[in-house]
T-cell receptor
Framework: AQSVTQPDIHITVSEGASLELRCNYS??????LFWYVQSPGQGLQLLLK??????LVQGIKGFEAEFKRSQSSFNLRKPSVHWSDAAEYFC?????????FGKGTTLSVSS | ETGVTQTPRHLVMGMTNKKSLKCEQH?????MYWYKQSAKKPLELMFV???????ENNSVPSRFSPECPNSSHLFLHLHTLQPEDSALYLC??????????????FGQGTRLTVV
């Protein structure tokens, strides 16, 4: 069965430091991969997506993610974190009719 | 209005009450979804609708009853809920279903508390 694993439940990063959030997927075919962000009290907003082609994808708010088939990973990165990036981040894989989500990683940003 | 709008934003209901959650999308999409977001658990897909027809029911208890009168509106009717049903209920829409490239747009959710 398809699944998504986000190994880190909670990460704290200093403002201005770089960020990497991990995501591993289990999927038999070519995956369609997504990263969403959820700010407190809000719905989910799409950051970026990978369908095919270039394995490094750029998203909104300065985020990027790299698809590595050999590692079944789709890690999210940002070179310099801002305090407003504090939120919960979800990795997801497209499956048939809908999305399968990981449990999420909560990002805290310290000053 | 644009995007996906959910009402109410917050709802407190007793276990014997009947209430409904409403979702409206202004994106011209053909597919709509209900997800449940509980603490410490992944988002759980509940229902999928395509052009007002239910295409997936993800083993959801019958105390949750969805309704999709048209492609822009989706309801979740609630009755005799349990405290463990307390969660954030998210509505989403996408252009189509049946393709794996499902880019979904989410509403802000309804925070449901069952007392």
């Amino acid at each position: 069965a398809q699944s998504v694993t986000q190994p880190d439940i909670h990460i704290t990063v200093s403002e201005g430091a770089s960020l990497e959030l991990r995501c591993n997927y289990s999927y038999g075919a070519t995956p369609y991969l997504f990263w969403y962000v959820q700010s407190p009290g809000q719905g989910l907003q799409l950051l970026l997506k990978y369908f095919s082609g270039d394995t490094l994808v750029q998203g909104i708010k300065g985020f990027e993610a790299e698809f590595k088939r050999s590692q079944s990973s789709f890690n999210l990165r940002k070179p310099s974190v801002h305090w407003s990036d504090a939120a919960e981040y979800f990795c997801a894989v497209g499956r048939g009719t809908a999305l399968i989500f990981g449990k999420g990683t909560t990002l805290s940003v310290s000053s | 209005e644009t995007g996906v709008t959910q009402t109410p934003r917050h709802l407190v209901m007793g276990m014997t009450n009947k209430k409904s959650l409403k979702c409206e999308q202004h994106l011209g999409h053909n597919a709509m979804y209900w997800y449940k977001q509980s603490a410490k658990k992944p988002l759980e897909l509940m229902f999928v609708y395509s052009l007002e027809e239910r295409v997936e029911n993800n083993s959801v208890p019958s105390r949750f009853s969805p309704e999709c009168p048209n492609s822009s509106h989706l309801f979740l009717h609630l009755h005799t809920l349990q405290p463990e049903d307390s969660a954030l209920y998210l509505c989403a829409s996408s252009q189509e279903v049946g393709v794996v490239s499902t880019e979904a747009f989410f509403g802000q959710g309804t925070r449901l508390t069952v007392v």
